[in-house]
């Protein structure tokens, strides 16, 4: 029996983290979960949004399945995603983006991965008021770290046959911070010969994306631009429901959904669970459970390409345990 960390978060975390572990079970994989706090539950329960039992469970355990967590705009604790990507040095973050027949888009052939250097930047969290009318935040690039992200991303491109990395970048602009990510990026792109490579000005790549996502294969981004770009090829598919993501490092791997906490809505069982139910998969693809991984994830695009048991952003009106329900049916 294997061991992980489930952190059900907040919001309708409870709810779609439950659907998830519930499909595990049904495709057979036995996994005993260490329950755990973060975010707004924890602060409540311990006046800590990262408790050091949490951050203990992940390093013991090794692998999280991890629910949406609450980070208040412009006030209030630090957000507690950050502060746990920094304490267990989760250096990437990895958001495939594919195209499901049967969700609401205009797309049918986006098939991408983003890999998101995870503890620079500008959500380092860096900064502070310069007086009492200006405030000022630093950004910070390494070169260390990001050869670290660029290298993941062409391992990845070379074991799963992918043709292309593209590097996003401001370095025009911010020719030391951006221009070190790039010189870093380019520097391990040399290694790798028969592997496309392209630099691509942010700007031009949200153009480009928009018009032609399914000519994007591999991309390679410093942390704030990943986080923007992945919310936007979100939308491409359909939705943050529909997209999986997982932090992942040297000792440890968080997976959890890329949407909300959606407060509006937590505790009235409609949630999309799809999102967490891939993490789900991509999870049993870490531990070795392929078998079981693709037995969930064919029966997922099953039940969403058939349109009847689903949630009502996806156009119908099933509940969450209703949909899940169905993706189980169809394992």
Wanted: glycine letters at 8%.
């Amino acid at each position: 029996m294997y061991k992980a960390t489930l952190i059900p978060g907040d919001g309708i975390g409870p709810e779609v983290i439950k659907a998830a572990t519930t499909v595990i079970e049904a495709a057979g994989v036995k996994i005993s979960w260490d329950e755990k706090p973060i975010g707004q539950s924890a602060m409540a329960k311990h006046n800590n949004p990262l408790p050091e039992d949490t951050i203990s469970s992940i390093k013991t355990n090794r692998i999280a399945l991890k629910g949406p967590s609450t980070t208040e705009v412009g006030k209030g604790f630090r957000s507690a995603n950050v502060s746990l990507r920094q304490r267990l040095n989760l250096y990437a973050n990895i958001r495939p983006i594919k195209t499901i027949e049967g969700a609401n888009t205009k797309y049918k052939d986006i098939d991408l991965i983003i890999f998101r250097e995870n503890t620079e930047d500008l959500y380092m969290g860096v900064e502070h008021m310069v007086g009492k009318d200006a405030a000022e935040s630093i950004k910070i690039i390494t070169r260390d770290a990001s050869e670290r992200i660029a290298s993941m991303a062409f391992n990845y491109a070379l074991k799963e046959n992918r043709k292309k990395v593209t590097c996003g970048h401001k370095a025009n602009i911010m020719k030391l911070s951006d221009g070190l990510f790039l010189s870093s990026v380019k520097n391990i792109a040399s290694k790798y010969p028969d592997i496309e490579y392209e630099e691509v000005i942010m700007e031009s790549l949200f153009m480009k994306m928009v018009m032609n996502p399914e000519k994007f294969d591999v991309i390679v981004l410093p942390n704030l631009y990943g986080d923007l770009l992945a919310e936007m090829c979100a939308g491409l598919v359909g939705g943050l429901g529909l997209v999986p993501g997982v932090n992942i490092g040297v000792e440890a791997a968080v997976f959890e959904p890329t949407h909300g906490t959606a407060p509006d809505i937590a505790g009235q069982g409609i949630a999309n669970p799809t999102a967490a139910i891939l993490c789900g998969v991509m999870l049993l693809e870490h531990i070795g459970e392929k078998e079981a991984a693709d037995r969930i994830y064919n029966s997922v695009r099953h039940v969403i390409k058939e349109g009847k048991y689903v949630t009502r952003d996806l156009g119908g009106s099933y509940s969450t345990m209703d949909m899940t329900k169905a993706v189980i049916d169809n394992l």
